[in-house]
Nanobody
Framework: QVQLVESGGGLVQAGGSLRLSCTAS????????MGWYRQAPGKQRDLVAS???????NYAGSVKGRFTISRDNTKNTLYLQMNSLEPEDTGVYYC???????????????WGQGTQVTVSS
């Protein structure tokens, strides 16, 4: 079992910045993909950004050019740098980690409890 703990959320004004952190209870090098998901009230939980073990990144169209995802394997931590925040970025942000078991090939998914981000106009 793996525990993921998010931090760094808060209340900011539009145009401001935040950096979210997700720390895992074990080394993250075994995770094939890690990502950040966002869930706004009354909406689905959608992918914001992801990064593979090889460093390949993917972003939702709404955050491209404003958010940057990164990982520090030595600290077992995933980051999301959020700049030029907009009210539409408001929601609970969840950390996700995906691993592929060997030799079964079974997919494992782990989730954090989430951290609230609120952007005021």
């Amino acid at each position: 079992q793996v525990q993921l703990v998010e931090s760094g959320g808060g209340l900011v004004q539009a145009g401001g910045s935040l950096r979210l952190s997700c720390t895992a209870s074990r080394t993250i090098v075994s995770f094939s993909t890690m990502g950040w998901y966002r869930q706004a009230p009354g909406k689905q939980r959608d992918l914001v950004a992801s990064i593979t073990s090889g460093g390949s990144t993917n972003y939702a169209g709404s955050v491209k050019g404003r958010f940057t995802i990164s990982r520090d394997n030595t600290k077992n931590t995933l980051y999301l740098q959020m700049n030029s925040l907009e009210p539409e970025d408001t929601g609970v942000y969840y950390c996700n980690a995906e691993a592929i078991g060997s030799p079964s090939g079974r997919r494992y998914d782990y989730w954090g409890q989430g951290t609230q981000v609120t952007v005021s106009s």
